[in-house]
């Protein structure tokens, strides 16, 4: 188990960036595939980017790619996701999570959730 920690959320304009961060505490952080997910008001938690135990390979919905970016410091147990050029589309509570198995872009497989952070994006 792992508690999570998420924090760099906020109000931005349209084209905007904003970097969130999620640190972990409990013991083999390193040994999680992390994700972050977010979700709008009466909808399921939507997959957006996940990164392997190492850092190396990293996944990305569709609706992020070339805009978001997500990385990890298995030294400071803290996984980050840097989202650039911003839309109001993007306006969601984030939540980073650590998988137990299974697909990686479903949000079931998931048991450790952060609290989540609110990013607003204004037009």
């Known amino acids: 188990q792992v508690q999570l920690v998420e924090s760099g959320g906020g109000l931005v304009q349209a084209g905007g960036s904003l970097r969130l961060s999620c640190a972990a505490s409990g013991r083999t952080f390193s040994n999680y595939l992390m994700a972050w997910f977010l979700q709008t008001a009466g909808k399921e938690r939507e997959f957006v980017a996940a990164?392997?135990?190492?850092?190396?390979?990293?996944y990305y919905a569709d609706f992020v790619k070339g805009r978001f970016t997500i990385s990890r410091n298995n030294a400071k147990n803290t996984v980050y996701l840097q989202m650039n050029t911003l839309k109001p589309e993007d306006t969601a509570v984030y939540y980073c999570?650590?998988?137990?198995?299974?697909?990686?872009?479903?949000?079931?497989?998931?048991?450790?959730w952060g609290q989540g952070t609110q990013v607003t994006v204004s037009s």
């Open positions: 999570a650590a998988r137990v198995n299974g697909p990686l872009r479903t949000a079931d497989n998931y048991n450790n």
């Open positions: 990164i392997n135990w190492s850092g190396i390979t990293t």
